[in-house]
């Protein structure tokens, strides 16, 4: 296999159609770190959004439970992006996301906006810092925002953004409009900071944080009310990212994949995992609900088919997913 193989195989797939086989491609083959990398920040930029940070830091799973709920993050979507939404790991692991989501009072806006994280760091991690060891092609792009509406209609959000331009303009505005200090956030930051650095020697523990701070851009830094980093720091970050991705360049493609069952930092499940049990589980829920999001004819077909784990009422074709809970 040559070093643009796959790239080119991308360009010969349809970015809406493919667009599952497309993300399998990126996540797996060409960009496994730096995909984990920029969705890793696009789930930290959201504990600085009030409404999310505080909900996240009452409920203590990620202050109290960090590793785990990494784990469960990481599995969770991987196995979407590795099965599909087609019936098995990935449709279970689809469903138990939206089984967590709907146990707590989150907004439309605010699951528009984490969606939109999901869509635009990645982008902006590979083309517009300069990390990847390639950029990403319109083409590509397109495949990445189409794999996200698809998996924002199966969580039941209404108004996603159709284009990546949208749904860039929707992260900035969302930001410039919510950004603010929050204990919860605040807590949920430093236990998560906490975690990226025990993934490194005790040794090098301090350098660790100060890149891992290098890292993150103003806003965020002043939204958690963090000293901001030293120009030294920021440059060295910079260069440090920028050669990694030159002698990435240079290596071999990955013909194997690497999925995120594979990243010895998800330590939480050693025997393995079944994505249907795994998660929160909290005692109850805050908010009355009669419908599963996953339940959409789209996905099930036009009977329905909530399965075993979750009897709840599936929605009627051609009515919209309720996401109040």
Same mark, same amino acid.
């Given at each position: 296999?040559?070093?643009?193989?796959?790239?080119? #195989?991308?360009?010969?797939?349809?970015?809406?159609?493919?667009?599952?086989?497309?993300?399998?491609?990126?996540?797996?083959?060409?960009?496994?770190?730096?995909?984990?990398?920029?969705l890793? *920040? !696009?789930?930290?930029?959201?504990?600085?959004?009030?409404?999310?940070?505080?909900?996240?830091?009452?409920?203590?799973?990620?202050?109290?439970?960090?590793? /785990?709920?990494?784990?469960?993050?990481?599995?969770?979507?991987?196995?979407?992006v590795?099965?599909?939404?087609?019936?098995? +790991?990935?449709?279970?692991?689809?469903?138990?996301?939206?089984?967590?989501?709907?146990?707590?009072?989150?907004?439309?806006?605010?699951?528009?906006?984490?969606?939109?994280?999901?869509?635009?760091?990645?982008?902006?991690?590979?083309?517009? @810092?300069?990390?990847g060891?390639?950029?990403?092609?319109?083409?590509? *792009?397109?495949?990445?925002?189409?794999?996200?509406?698809?998996?924002?209609?199966? =969580?039941?959000? +209404?108004?996603?953004?159709?284009?990546?331009?949208?749904?860039?303009?929707?992260?900035?505005?969302? #930001?410039?409009?919510?950004?603010?200090?929050?204990?919860?956030?605040?807590?949920v930051?430093?236990?998560?900071?906490?975690? =990226?650095?025990?993934? @490194?020697?005790?040794?090098?523990?301090?350098?660790?944080? /100060?890149?891992?701070?290098?890292?993150?851009?103003?806003?965020?830094?002043? !939204?958690?009310? @963090?000293?901001?980093?030293?120009?030294?720091?920021?440059?060295?970050a910079?260069?440090?990212? +920028?050669?990694?991705?030159?002698?990435?360049?240079? =290596?071999?493609?990955?013909? #194997?994949?690497?999925?995120?069952?594979?990243?010895?930092?998800?330590?939480?499940?050693?025997?393995?995992?079944?994505?249907?049990?795994?998660?929160?589980?909290?005692?109850?829920?805050?908010?009355?609900?009669?419908?599963?999001?996953?339940?959409?004819?789209?996905? @099930?077909?036009?009977?329905?088919?909530p399965?075993?784990?979750?009897?709840?009422?599936?929605?009627?074709?051609?009515?919209?997913?309720?996401?109040?809970?």
């Open positions: 296999m040559k070093r643009f193989d796959l790239r080119d #195989e991308i360009h010969r797939l349809d970015p809406e159609k493919d667009c599952v086989r497309i993300m399998q491609i990126l996540q797996a083959h060409e960009f496994p770190w730096d995909m984990g990398r920029a890793g *920040i !696009a789930l930290y930029r959201t504990y600085a959004v009030p409404s999310i940070g505080e909900l996240l830091g009452r409920t203590d799973e990620f202050t109290g439970n960090t590793q /785990k709920r990494y784990d469960d993050t990481a599995l969770i979507l991987g196995d979407m590795r099965h599909g939404f087609e019936p098995g +790991k990935g449709r279970d692991a689809l469903r138990r996301m939206n089984q967590m989501h709907r146990s707590y009072d989150i907004s439309n806006d605010d699951y528009r906006y984490v969606l939109s994280t999901f869509v635009v760091m990645p982008v902006r991690w590979l083309n517009d @810092y300069g990390y060891w390639r950029s990403l092609s319109e083409h590509e *792009i397109s495949g990445i925002t189409h794999y996200y509406r698809k998996l924002g209609k199966y =969580m039941g959000i +209404k108004d996603i953004p159709e284009t990546y331009e949208g749904f860039r303009e929707l992260l900035d505005t969302y #930001e410039v409009e919510h950004f603010a200090y929050t204990d919860g956030g605040r807590a930051s430093d236990a998560t900071l906490d975690l =990226m650095v025990s993934f @490194y020697p005790e040794r090098l523990s301090g350098p660790a944080r /100060k890149f891992s701070m290098a890292i993150l851009d103003d806003s965020l830094i002043e !939204a958690f009310r @963090y000293e901001k980093p030293s120009k030294v720091w920021r440059k060295g910079d260069i440090a990212m +920028k050669l990694r991705a030159k002698v990435v360049r240079r =290596m071999k493609p990955r013909e #194997e994949p690497f999925w995120a069952s594979d990243n010895p930092n998800i330590r939480s499940y050693p025997n393995g995992y079944d994505p249907s049990r795994i998660g929160t589980f909290p005692a109850s829920c805050p908010v009355a609900h009669n419908v599963d999001p996953v339940a959409h004819q789209d996905l @099930y077909g036009a009977g329905g088919d399965g075993p784990a979750e009897q709840e009422q599936p929605i009627e074709a051609g009515s919209d997913p309720d996401v109040r809970a």
